[in-house]
């Protein structure tokens, strides 16, 4: 098992996490993978109780699976949470039964660039279990608040930044985190950001997290539809698989996803959202992110494993 899979590593690392840290690691043990993580790839200060680990976990463990049918394997997950793991992958009687292929792992991609005007169909959000949907227009005022929040914390912003790479001599500009490419900069904004931020311990207090956070804040104003995926916090991984499925099936319909978990990173702005949605426990909402038809196709993620 350990060679075929080592030789299908390139599509599993394809899935997404936040910041591009590609937490995950795979351990090969008598015939099985053991799914883990590498606590210097986790986001101690932005996501502190591990949420958004966990939805990566989730997407990777789902991935694999996708690949490994794909590639004629028979590969399921069991769960067995310990310290820095979440489970094994191991030969099964049965590949996985999906729907989903390599290919769409491979063209699925997040794109934060302009969209389309327009709304989802209501046949298509109805597939998406746990999503809820509202207008990007009603959630402009929440994201300045909440850009504003994580600019304003010097420590999140210091995290950020350990993730951008907003140069191409960046020695780790083809391997993770964010490139100026991924979030859509000109050579101009790249070089402005990467500038502010170097000073931005001077900045801040003279006004620097008004200037970043009213960088995005045209972002919503269209008429566009926004995704929060609601669920308990005790499934965050297997809730990071459903969401990984439900990315997929919005990328073979021709919509990309740009999240902002910004917006939940905040505990303001998570209250009135959960308001917003009728959601009684602000803790449930795992994930949001903007979706649509992108005007053009965005630049594909750097990753580890090629
Ligand atoms: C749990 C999770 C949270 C994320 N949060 C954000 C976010 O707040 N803002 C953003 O621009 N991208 C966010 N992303 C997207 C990642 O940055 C993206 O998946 C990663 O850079 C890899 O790029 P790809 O999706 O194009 O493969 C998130 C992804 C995941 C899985």
């Not at 992958?89 to 794109?111: E, H, K, S």
């Not at 931020?197 to 970043?212: E, F, I, K, S, T």
């Not at 459903?242 to 978990?261: A, D, E, I, K």
């Amino acid at each position: 098992m350990k060679d075929q899979l080592r030789r299908l590593e390139p599509d599993f690392w394809r899935a997404p996490s936040a910041h591009n840290t590609q937490p995950w690691t795979l351990t090969y043990t008598d015939g099985e993978a053991e799914i883990g993580w590498d606590p210097s790839r986790a986001l101690p200060v932005s996501d502190p109780t591990g949420r958004d680990l966990r939805l990566s976990l989730g997407a990777f463990i789902e991935c694999c699976l996708i690949v490994c049918a794909g590639a004629g394997l028979s590969v399921a997950f069991r769960p067995d949470p310990g310290p820095r793991r979440a489970g094994f992958l191991y030969a099964a009687a049965q590949p996985y039964a999906t729907p989903f292929t390599t290919a769409d792992i491979r063209a699925r991609g997040t794109n934060r660039g302009e969209y389309h005007p327009g709304r989802l169909p209501d046949s298509l959000v109805a597939e998406l279990t746990g999503m809820r949907r509202l207008a990007c227009r009603d959630l402009a005022d929440l994201l300045y608040a909440a850009d504003l929040h994580q600019f304003g914390d010097r420590d999140v912003t210091r995290e950020l930044r350990a993730w951008l790479r907003l140069t191409r001599r960046h020695r780790r500009y083809l391997l993770d985190g964010l490139t100026d490419r991924a979030l859509a900069l000109s050579r101009a904004e790249a070089a402005g950001l990467r500038a502010s931020l170097a000073l931005y311990p001077a900045l801040r207090r003279l006004g620097l997290p008004r200037v970043l956070a009213g960088a995005s804040r045209g972002l919503l104003d269209y008429d566009g539809d926004v995704l929060v995926l609601v669920g308990p916090v005790s499934d965050e991984l297997e809730l990071g698989r459903v969401l990984m499925r439900h990315w997929l099936t919005l990328s073979g319909h021709g919509y990309t996803t740009h999240p902002l978990s910004q917006m939940i990173d905040c505990e303001p702005t998570r209250q009135a959202l959960a308001d917003r949605l009728g959601v009684a426990d602000p803790r449930s909402l795992l994930h949001v992110a903007r979706v649509g038809r992108p005007k053009s196709p965005a630049a594909p993620s750097a990753r580890m494993r090629t």
